[in-house]
């Protein structure tokens, strides 16, 4: 059983060095910044169409990282209906445009009403209906700032391969919910899922090319900035 630490704020221990925060405080956290009513349209649609969108605490993050790098081009897959993008978009400035590509179109439908309703002109948006894997080859070479990810978990490393090409120097990618099957600690799985989560986690940890770090937010994000060639 977890033992409360006095004055912990809400953490508990779950092991030697490791401590978990209470309900209370995760959904404090989940709460602590509010969302625009486009946003929380957009998430009210996403129930309707059956995706999910990614939680508030992730939405910030992603912002958070927009506004850090400045980013001007950025990529994601799994438009849902927007509230990733929308995320993503409001870190960027006036000038930042979002690339965006999803294999259902209605998804992408509901997220151009909310781009739209958040007041992003279309210049902004390029919303791309396809499989990931036949529109990102297609896509220049470092050409954007930041990439997140959330698609189809067994797509994953074929995905990182391409965020090496697609990534400037100094670009992130964050792959969404790498966490939330259970398999990359289960070393015991050995399906389709598990290899595909695990692989990917192996390969930035294990490539000097990329600085990986691997957080608990949502369902887990890994994200991996794009370290600069070396130099001969």
Same mark, same amino acid.
């Given at each position: /059983?977890?033992?409360?630490?006095?004055?912990? %704020?809400?953490?508990?221990?779950?092991?030697?060095?490791?401590?978990? &925060?209470?309900?209370? @405080?995760?959904?404090?956290?989940?709460?602590?910044?509010?969302?625009?009513?486009?946003?929380?349209?957009?998430?009210?649609?996403?129930?309707?169409?059956?995706?999910?969108?990614?939680?508030?605490?992730?939405?910030?993050?992603? #912002?958070?990282?927009?506004? #850090? /790098?400045?980013?001007?081009?950025?990529?994601? !897959?799994?438009?849902?209906? %927007?509230?990733? %993008?929308?995320?993503?978009? @409001?870190?960027?400035?006036?000038?930042?445009?979002?690339?965006? !590509?999803?294999?259902?179109?209605?998804?992408?439908?509901?997220?151009?009403?909310?781009?739209?309703?958040?007041?992003?002109?279309?210049?902004? #948006?390029? &919303? !791309?209906?396809?499989?990931? /894997?036949?529109?990102?080859?297609?896509?220049?070479?470092?050409?954007?700032?930041? /990439?997140?990810?959330?698609?189809?978990?067994?797509?994953?490393?074929?995905?990182?391969?391409? @965020?090496?090409?697609?990534?400037? @120097?100094?670009?992130?990618? +964050?792959?969404?919910? +790498?966490?939330?099957?259970?398999?990359?600690?289960?070393?015991?799985?050995?399906?389709?899922?598990?290899?595909?989560?695990?692989? #990917? !986690?192996?390969?930035?940890?294990?490539?000097? %090319?990329?600085?990986?770090? &691997? &957080?608990?937010?949502?369902?887990?994000?890994?994200?991996?900035?794009?370290?600069?060639?070396?130099?001969?």
């Amino acid at each position: /059983m977890p033992t409360n630490y006095p004055d912990s %704020g809400g953490l508990a221990a779950e092991g030697p060095g490791v401590l978990a &925060l209470s309900r209370a @405080a995760l959904a404090y956290a989940e709460d602590w910044l509010d969302e625009p009513e486009a946003v929380r349209n957009a998430r009210a649609k996403a129930v309707e169409l059956g995706c999910t969108p990614i939680p508030p605490s992730v939405a910030s993050l992603l #912002t958070f990282l927009s506004v #850090t /790098m400045n980013a001007q081009a950025i990529v994601e !897959i799994g438009t849902g209906t %927007g509230v990733s %993008g929308a995320a993503l978009l @409001a870190g960027s400035g006036d000038t930042g445009v979002l690339t965006s !590509i999803d294999s259902e179109a209605e998804n992408q439908r509901a997220a151009r009403e909310t781009l739209v309703a958040l007041g992003y002109d279309h210049v902004r #948006t390029r &919303l !791309i209906a396809g499989r990931a /894997m036949d529109v990102l080859p297609r896509l220049a070479d470092g050409a954007y700032d930041l /990439m997140f990810v959330d698609g189809d978990h067994l797509e994953f490393p074929a995905v990182l391969v391409q @965020a090496e090409r697609l990534l400037r @120097a100094g670009g992130i990618v +964050i792959f969404n919910e +790498i966490l939330r099957s259970g398999a990359v600690p289960e070393h015991s799985r050995r399906d389709p899922e598990a290899v595909a989560l695990r692989s #990917t !986690i192996h390969a930035v940890r294990d490539d000097d %090319g990329w600085q990986p770090v &691997l &957080l608990t937010v949502g369902g887990g994000l890994l994200l991996a900035i794009r370290r600069p060639a070396a130099q001969d």
